[in-house]
C-alpha cells in the first residue's frame, strides 16, 4: 500500500526532507492560505487539484481552527510589518450561505489574533449588505471601491483575497496597487494554469521521491495539456479524443509494469477552473467524440461564463478512501507553509472513480493537529501533509513564473518542516 511505504519512508528520512523543505520555502515567496485536494488509490496517492482562495475554511477538523490561530499569527507577524486592519476581500456569492460561512470562519480566525478585520467585495454597493451563513452567523459586506464608503475610514495594512478572480478587475486591483495583497491578484484564474502547477507538482514529487527512496510513480498524476480546444469543433474533438486514448494507453503500460489491475480512466478538465466546473470523467477517446449535448454544454463555459479554451487530460486516481460508507478524499488546508486543517470530502452519490467536488458533498473529521501530538501514529495525516507541502511548493513556484507580485512581503530564513 502507497499510503505505508510512503508514511514509512518520510519517517525514515525526516531529517533530509525537511532540510529539502526548508532550502525550498528560503527562496520562494508563498501565499497566505491555500488547500489541496488528495486522492489515495492505495497505489499512489497524489494532489488532484490545489486551490490558492479556498472556500472551505468553515469545513476543517475543529481542533485544527483552534491551532490555526498560532499559524495565522505567525505568518502575518513573520511576513509583514505592523499589520493591524485587514480588508478580507471575498467572492460575490450573494446566495451562496456555505461560502459566507468559509468567510465567517476566516474572519474569526484573524480577528483571533488580535486585528480588526472588515469584509467586502470588488464592485460599488449603495450601502453594505448583511449576508447570513448556513450556520446562521452575519457578515457585514462592504464595497472594496477605493470611492466607497469603507475605504474613506478604514485603512487597511493588508488585503487578503478569497476572491479567485475568475474575472480580473483589473481597475480595481490598479487602484488599490499602494496596498499589499495576499494572495497577489496575479494568481487569479484569470491567467492561472492548472497545467502549470502540474508540472511543478510533478518536478517536485519527483525531488521528494528521490530523498524518501521511493517510486516516483506513487506520488505523481500524469497530466498532459491540450490547446487550442473548441467544444463546438469537431475536429477539436476528435484530437482531443486521440490524445485521451495515448494516454490511456501509457497509463496501461504503466500500471502493468506495476501489477496494477485498475483499468485506467482520465478527467478532461477546464486548464483555468475552480469549483468542479467544465470537469468530466472519461474512460476511452470514443466517450469524448460521443459526449452528448449535456456533456458538451458542461465543457463550453466555466465560472463567470468564461470559454473553455485550453484543457487538461489527468490521470484518474480511485479513491480508497470512505467514511459511513461513502467514496471520500482527503483535502488539506494550509496557512502560509504550515499544515493548518483538514477534513474529508465524501459524497454518497458519486463513485470511487468520479469527483466528489460537487452538490451533495458531506465532510467529515481529518485532522492535520495530531501530528503534533504523535507523527508515527498518524499515517494518512502525515502522508496528505507531505503531498499538500508539495502543492504548496508548487503553488510558490506558479507564483515565481508569473511574477505575482507579493507586495509588502518579507521572505523569512526558511519554514521549518517538522511533520
Known amino acids: 500500500m502507497a499510503k505505508l511505504t510512503l508514511h514509512q519512508q518520510t519517517l525514515a528520512n525526516m531529517k533530509d526532507i525537511c532540510a529539502w523543505f526548508s532550502q525550498k520555502t528560503s527562496t520562494l515567496s508563498y501565499p497566505i492560505y491555500s488547500s ?6 492505495g497505489y499512489k496517492i497524489t494532489n488532484v487539484d490545489a486551490n490558492i482562495f479556498p ?16 499559524l495565522m499569527n505567525r505568518y502575518l507577524s513573520g511576513h509583514y510589518e505592523n499589520v493591524k486592519n485587514i480588508l478580507l476581500v471575498t467572492e460575490e456569492h450573494t446566495n451562496n450561505a456555505f461560502y459566507w460561512e468559509n468567510v465567517h470562519t476566516i474572519r474569526n480566525l484573524i ?13 460599488e454597493l449603495p450601502e453594505p449588505l448583511t449576508m447570513t451563513s448556513s450556520a446562521g452567523n452575519q457578515v457585514i459586506v462592504h464595497s472594496a471601491l477605493r470611492n466607497g464608503s469603507l475605504l474613506s475610514t478604514f485603512t487597511p495594512d493588508l488585503i487578503v483575497s478569497n476572491n479567485d ?5 483589473e481597475e480595481w486591483a490598479q487602484s488599490v496597487m499602494d496596498l499589499p495583497m495576499n494572495p497577489a491578484h496575479e494568481l487569479g484564474w484569470f491567467q492561472r494554469k492548472k497545467s502549470t502547477y502540474f508540472k511543478y507538482y510533478n518536478e517536485l514529487a519527483d525531488e521528494f521521491a528521490a530523498i524518501t527512496k521511493i517510486d516516483p510513480f506513487l ?12 467544444i463546438g ?4 474533438r476528435e484530437a482531443l479524443a486521440a490524445r485521451v486514448d495515448a494516454m490511456l494507453n501509457k497509463l496501461r503500460e504503466e500500471y502493468k509494469k506495476r501489477g496494477i489491475e485498475q483499468e485506467p480512466f482520465v478527467f478532461v478538465k477546464n486548464n483555468a477552473g475552480t469549483y468542479g466546473l467544465a470537469v468530466i470523467r472519461v474512460g476511452s477517446g470514443a466517450e469524448v467524440k460521443e459526449w452528448s449535448y449535456k456533456s458538451r454544454k458542461k465543457m463550453k463555459a466555466a465560472k463567470g461564463g468564461r470559454d473553455v479554451e485550453e484543457v487538461i487530460i489527468q490521470e484518474g486516481i480511485p479513491s480508497i478512501v470512505q467514511a459511513d460508507g461513502a467514496s471520500a478524499e482527503p483535502v488539506i488546508y494550509m496557512i502560509g507553509c504550515e499544515l493548518a486543517g483538514g477534513f474529508l470530502r465524501t459524497h454518497a452519490e458519486k463513485s470511487s472513480t468520479e469527483s466528489l467536488n460537487s452538490p451533495g458533498a458531506v465532510y467529515k473529521r481529518l485532522c492535520v493537529s495530531d501530528l503534533a501530538i504523535d507523527t508515527p501514529g498518524c499515517p494518512q495525516e502525515n502522508v496528505y ?5 508539495i502543492g504548496m511548493l508548487a503553488i510558490a513556484k506558479e507564483a515565481e513564473e508569473l511574477h505575482a507580485q507579493f507586495r509588502g512581503y518579507k521572505p523569512q530564513s526558511a519554514c521549518q518542516a517538522h511533520s
Open 36 to 41: 489541496y485536494d488528495i486522492r489515495d488509490s
Open 55 to 70: 472556500a472551505g475554511f468553515n469545513n476543517i477538523c475543529p481542533t485544527d481552527k483552534e491551532s490555526a490561530v498560532a
Open 111 to 123: 480577528e483571533a489574533t488580535g486585528r480588526t478585520v472588515k469584509v467586502a467585495i470588488p464592485r
Open 165 to 169: 478572480f475568475s474575472e480580473a478587475y
Open 219 to 230: 506520488l505523481r498524476v500524469e497530466t498532459e495539456l491540450f490547446e487550442h480546444f473548441d
Open 233 to 236: 469543433d469537431e475536429k477539436s
Open 385 to 389: 501533509g507531505w503531498t499538500a507541502k
